[in-house]
Every structure is written in structure tokens, then in C-alpha cells.
């Protein structure tokens, strides 16, 4: 089906860029009327800026071959994101680089003042994050007045990263005559409200189809020990070596971790999430579509709107939060009809998170375990076999110089060597376990743990014990998290001051020692230890348990060491007289000191000092110069008596303006 005429311009870019047939959602785009607003719904990856550039050539362009003088800017793009923003940018800029059009960039990140200059020389068409964008039209560098076509590219990202208030802000400033074009992957009830408030007539355009999922994408659950997420990364990486490839984090914390950790393996790999500024982002992104860089791991700042060539992996080293996020990561794969593979890393508390989501998406995923050293070496062997300079004929200059090495050194040589050299360019496979379903299975209700021989079992030992709290309520969490396993895979678990001893069944120790390689996050270390003997255990007597009926006996108490003052206690005491009481007892007799009287000493009296006079210390009165000593003192009598006016007593309060003589109150 060749493409729809738009516009003479646009067509001839279309065919020099190999257009040769429209995507669904360009082909009703352009079937639709050129007068009315548009309210489109279309998946990830399926040419949304193509359709939305040609939808608005006719309202910008008309009849006329190109645009005229750059002035106020005749179209208005929003996007949610920098990234999506500049792409948009680029995009658009091929797409009318026929008409002379003018397109402006506003984003976060970059010289503002750069771009106030830019929309004063004029342009055509101006693509910014909302944002940037409302903060030129506060300040008056973006002039709305001869606006003709506004389009909300990614409407439903905008409205999640809270930009409602900006985009109202936009569209209320923008001509009521204006055409509004809202293409967005999903509609949810925000998108409705905001089109049925800010578009005339619009018309709906529908080309998701929700009950089959992207055909383009394979979707695959791997399944994987918590401490081995990273390992199961380099795996998946090896095990597809695909041109490009995604590997997106929650965090931004994350994205760190796992790019030091794949760069330390030798992976050409970049990082991309929000606290980088712009120019280390368009950098990131320029290395991943020029082949500098094979692998990007990014938060979901990569995950809307990012068209990157070659993408044929993604990878979720975390469960994403939800439907959408799990498709608009997926969808940076499989664009433009090529395959892509999504690939979802779920460790065993995170199985029933991700079921849950492919069911919601309608998505078949395939669970399968972390591919293995030996599956990655046999892709590896195979590729080589594949690789063009196996495969296209050397010429003379290379195969004179192979006849003069296979003079000096014999086929199995060569063939050695060329093996060798071909396995040091590639970073090596880690060994990965996988976590069996039949080890996902919980217990029943009810169920006992199986009893083992202790032969079957081997000991471990953790450094945390008594000192440190050690209980077993959250000690046998911390060990199944460490080693992947199952409580029913635990036996004996000593405690000791130091250390705690366990057993895990001989079954699952290998993958079990396998993964305690790497120490734990806080530091602690699981390693392989010998079983306790009799005399590291506790000392306590055991405790018996009677029969049903009978009464159990409890353990003989041990016998207290004898007090250093019990020989006296123990000493006979003196009889009783005849008619002493019994419950009487008969005083011990006296010492000769204890029966001497007791006499005070003679009182004896000190002599009175008298203190001398100083000069300013204030004599003192004689006892009758104070006769009102111990009683109330009358009136008119001490140190400040006849100073300051008389009042009678009740006589109201002060006269009004009289001086304050107080100390003021809190507050005045």
C-alpha cells in the first residue's frame, strides 16, 4: 500500500528516506479529514511522529510549496521527555527540510538564554518538554498568537509525570482556533477529560489492538537467585549479542551499579537516567546509534519514545511497577517491523508480581532459567562459524601469509589460536543457577518439614549470634535470600555467642555454595563449616515430656554452695528458761563493755569572739529595737517607710496617666 499524498515536500522526503508503505496508524491519519482534531491511540514503535508531521503539513502549509520568513511560530509539539523531544526535533527536520522550515528545540538542560535568542530570530515549528516551554511563554520569548497546530505527543506520560497543570497553562495561551492533536499509546480518563475540554470535534483514531500483544516482541521470565540478578545480566547479554541492547533499573543507584558492573566485564556499555545533564544524555544516546556503545542500562527516562537502530534486546534487571511501564520499556524493541526480545529477570519474590502483569498485558511469556557457560560458548561457536571472515574468501595477500604460517606451525595450532583470540574480544559467561519451579512450590498447610538422615545435610556457618540478636524468625529469611533456597531446605540451626551453625540439605548445597560466593550486603559472610560438637553446645539439661495422663518430673534442681556465715547460724543456740514462752527467745548474754553505762562528755563552753566593726557593714540592732521580731510588721515602718506617696487603703485603682512603676507584662 504506497503512501497516502500529504504534501508534494513531504512525499519526496518519505521515498529518499525508503518509505515505501505507511504504518496502520499513519494510513488513517492521513485518511482522516484535515480540518478536525485528532484523538489517536497507537503502540509504541508504530511511526506516531511521522503521522502526527504529516497530519499538520496541510493546516501549516496549505497549497504553498514551503514556508515563508521565520516569525511567530506557526506549530507547537509537546513532549514529555528531553530525549523524546530532541528526537522529535530530528525527525521533523528531515521530514520538511524541503519546505525551508525553521524548527526550534526548547528542552530542560540546555542555555536557555541560547534559545530565547533562537525564538526571537523566529521559526516554524518549536518542539519543548512543558516546562521549558511555559517558562519562555512567562517570560515572553514564546509568542502563542499565530499558533495554527498544537500536537501533545506521549499525552498520558505527560499527565503521569504531572505536567497537567503546565499543559493547561500552554493550551489556554495558544488560539481557540487552533487544531489540537493528542497521540498517546494508551487513553485513560485524564486523556479524555483534557481532549473533551481542549479539542472541537475531535476524531478518535484507534489502532491498538489489546487483545493480542506486540507481534514484533518475544517476550521471556527468567527465572533467577536474588544475589545473581547481575551475573543473569552479562549472561543474557552474551547468550543474544545483539547489536544493541537495553537494560533498564528502578533506581538511579542501580543504573550505576550495573554499569560499573558490566564495564568491569568488558561490555562497551553507557548509563543513562535523569541526574545526568543534558549534554552526558545526548552523548549516552549519540554512542548507542553510532555502535560506540552496545549496551545503555537506563531508568524508565529511555523507556518512552526512544527510536534506537539495531535495538534488538531489552532487558529488565528489575520487575517494572507496572503494565505500562513493562510495554513502553518492551516497545524500544521491535520497531519498524523488526524482532526484538524482552526479557524480565524475576526472582522468587517477585514471581507473582510478574504474572499478574502478563496477565493484564495478554502476553505469553516463556519462563525459562538463566542461560548456562555451556549454552553461551555453544552460541559462541556457532556465531563463528557464521562470522564473515569465516565465511567470504580471504584475499591473496591473506592467504600467502597463511601458507607461510602453516609452513612453521600445524593446522590444530592455528585453529587454536584463532580460538583463543576470538574468546579474548568477548567478556566471559558467569555460572548461573536456576531456580527450579519445583523449588517455588510452598509448603501445604500443615505440612511438616521432611526429616533427613544427617548424612544428607551439610553445615553452614553465619557470623551473627547471640551478641547480635541471632533469632531464628529472621535468620532463616536472611539465609533463603543469601542462597536462593527454601526453608524446608534448612535442618539443625545452632546459636552460639559468635556464630550460628545450620544445616542445608546435600540436594541444593552445591548452587547453594555458588551463590554465598559474593558476601552479603551488609557485610556478612555465609561459608561451609564442620558440626558442632557435644561440648559447643548448651550445657542446660534437656527437658522431658510426659506421657498423656501423666504428670512429668521436673529435673533436679542443683544444690547452692554453702554461705560463708552459715557455721554461725548453724551454732546451738541457749537454752530456754522453765518459764520462758516457746515462741520467746533467750537473749545472748552481754560483754563487759556493752554492760558499762554510758556517760556524755562534760559540755564545755567556747569563748565568744567578737566580730570587729568595718567601715559600711550596718550594725547591728539590740534586741529591744525590734520588738515586732516574729510578728507583722506595722505599717509605715521599715527601710523604704516614708518614701513615695501615701494612699489610702481602698481607694480605687490609680488615676489614668499616672507612671508606670511596675515591670511591664509579658507581651506589652
Not at 660 to 667: A, E, I, L, N, Q
Request: overall charge positive; hydrophobic content about 35%; aromatic content about 6%.
Amino acid at each position: 500500500m504506497p503512501f497516502p499524498t500529504s504534501h508534494p515536500a513531504l512525499d519526496r522526503a518519505l521515498s529518499e528516506r525508503g518509505y515505501a508503505e505507511p504504518t496502520p496508524v499513519q494510513a488513517q491519519v492521513l485518511d482522516a479529514s484535515y480540518d478536525r482534531d485528532l484523538l489517536v491511540s497507537a503502540q509504541t514503535g508504530s511511526g506516531k511522529t511521522v503521522a502526527f508531521g504529516l497530519a499538520m503539513a496541510p493546516t501549516l502549509l496549505g497549497l504553498a510549496e514551503g514556508f515563508g520568513q521565520a516569525g511567530a511560530p506557526a506549530a507547537l509539539v509537546i513532549a514529555p521527555t528531553r530525549e523524546l523531544a530532541l528526537q522529535v526535533t530530528g525527525e521533523l527536520t528531515w521530514l520538511y527540510a524541503a519546505t525551508g522550515a525553521t524548527i526550534l528545540s526548547c528542552v530542560g538542560g540546555m542555555d536557555p538564554r541560547a534559545e530565547r535568542r533562537a525564538l526571537q530570530r523566529g521559526g516554524h515549528i518549536v518542539v519543548g518538554t512543558p516546562g521549558r516551554l511555559r517558562d519562555h511563554l512567562e517570560r515572553g520569548a514564546l509568542d502563542l498568537s499565530e499558533i495554527k497546530a498544537v500536537v501533545l505527543d506521549e499525552a498520558d506520560e505527560m499527565l503521569d509525570m504531572g505536567f497537567q497543570e503546565d499543559l493547561t497553562f500552554l493550551l489556554e495561551a495558544a488560539p481557540a482556533d487552533r487544531r489540537t492533536l493528542m497521540f498517546s499509546a494508551t487513553l485513560p480518563r485524564e486523556i479524555v477529560r483534557l481532549a473533551s475540554a481542549y479539542q472541537r470535534d475531535a476524531l478518535r483514531i484507534d489502532t491498538v489492538d489489546r487483545d493480542s500483544p506486540h507481534g514484533d516482541i518475544e517476550y521471556r521470565a527468567v527465572r533467577v537467585l536474588p544475589n545473581q540478578v547481575d551475573l543473569a545480566v552479562v549472561n543474557l547479554l552474551r547468550f543474544y549479542e545483539a547489536p544493541g541492547a537495553l537494560v533498564f533499573a528502578n533506581t538511579r543507584e542501580r543504573v550505576k551499579h550495573l554499569t560499573a558492573t558490566l564495564r568491569e566485564r568488558g561490555f562497551s556499555v553507557v548509563g543513562l537516567s535523569g541526574e545526568l545533564t543534558q549534554d552526558l544524555r545526548t552523548e549516552a544516546l549519540q554512542a548507542l546509534r553510532g555502535g560506540h556503545a552496545r549496551v545503555c542500562v537506563a531508568t524508565d527516562v529511555a523507556a518512552r519514545g526512544l527510536d534506537l537502530p539495531d535495538l534488538g534486546l531489552v532487558i529488565h534487571a528489575e520487575v517494572p511497577a507496572n503494565v505500562e511501564g513493562m510495554l513502553h520499556r518492551s516497545g524500544r524493541t521491535g520497531r519498524a517491523g523488526r524482532k526484538g526480545v524482552s526479557v524480565l529477570l524475576v526472582p522468587r519474590a517477585r514471581r507473582r508480581k510478574a504474572e499478574l502483569l502478563f496477565q493484564a498485558a495478554s502476553i505469553r511469556a516463556e519462563w525459562v532459567g538463566p542461560p548456562t557457560a555451556e549454552e553461551i560458548r555453544e552460541k559462541d561457536h556457532q556465531r563463528m562459524l557464521e562470522d564473515p571472515l569465516l565465511v567470504s574468501p580471504p584475499d591473496e595477500d591473506c592467504m600467502a601469509e597463511g601458507r607461510r604460517l602453516l609452513e612453521r606451525l600445524s593446522p590444530e595450532q592455528v585453529a587454536g589460536a584463532l580460538m583463543r583470540l576470538y574468546r579474548e574480544k568477548l567478556p566471559p559467561p558467569e555460572d548461573v543457577q536456576d531456580d527450579a519451579p519445583s523449588r517455588w512450590k510452598p509448603e501445604a498447610a500443615g505440612e511438616l518439614r521432611p526429616q533427613r538422615d544427617p548424612g544428607d545435610m551439610d553445615w553452614f556457618r553465619i557470623d551473627i549470634g547471640r551478641k547480635d540478636q541471632a533469632d531464628p524468625k529472621w535468620l532463616i529469611p536472611k539465609i533463603c535470600r543469601a542462597g536462593g533456597v527454601t526453608k524446608r531446605d534448612i535442618g539443625n540451626i545452632r546459636i552460639f555467642d559468635a556464630e550460628t551453625r545450620f544445616e542445608i540439605s546435600r540436594e541444593v548445597s552445591p548452587a547453594f555454595v555458588a551463590a554465598i560466593a559474593v558476601p552479603l550486603p551488609d557485610g556478612t559472610r555465609i561459608a561451609p563449616s564442620e558440626a558442632p560438637g557435644a561440648e559447643s553446645r548448651s550445657s542446660r539439661p534437656r527437658r522431658e515430656f510426659a506421657a498423656p495422663g501423666e504428670r512429668a518430673s521436673a529435673p533436679p534442681r542443683p544444690k547452692r554452695a554453702p554461705r560463708p556465715y552459715a557455721a554461725e547460724s548453724a551454732a546451738p543456740r541457749a537454752p530456754q528458761s522453765p518459764g520462758t514462752p516457746p515462741f520467746q527467745k533467750t537473749a545472748p548474754e552481754k560483754s563487759a563493755f556493752e554492760k558499762a553505762p554510758y556517760e556524755k562528755p562534760p559540755f564545755q563552753k567556747k569563748p565568744f569572739k567578737k566580730k570587729p566593726f568595718v567601715q559600711g557593714d550596718r550594725p547591728l540592732a539590740a534586741p529591744g529595737d525590734r520588738p515586732w521580731k516574729g510578728k507583722p510588721r506595722p505599717a509605715g515602718s521599715g527601710p523604704t517607710a516614708g518614701t513615695g506617696p501615701k494612699r489610702k487603703p481602698n481607694d480605687g485603682p490609680a488615676p489614668r496617666g499616672a507612671p508606670f512603676r511596675g515591670k511591664p507584662k509579658r507581651g506589652s
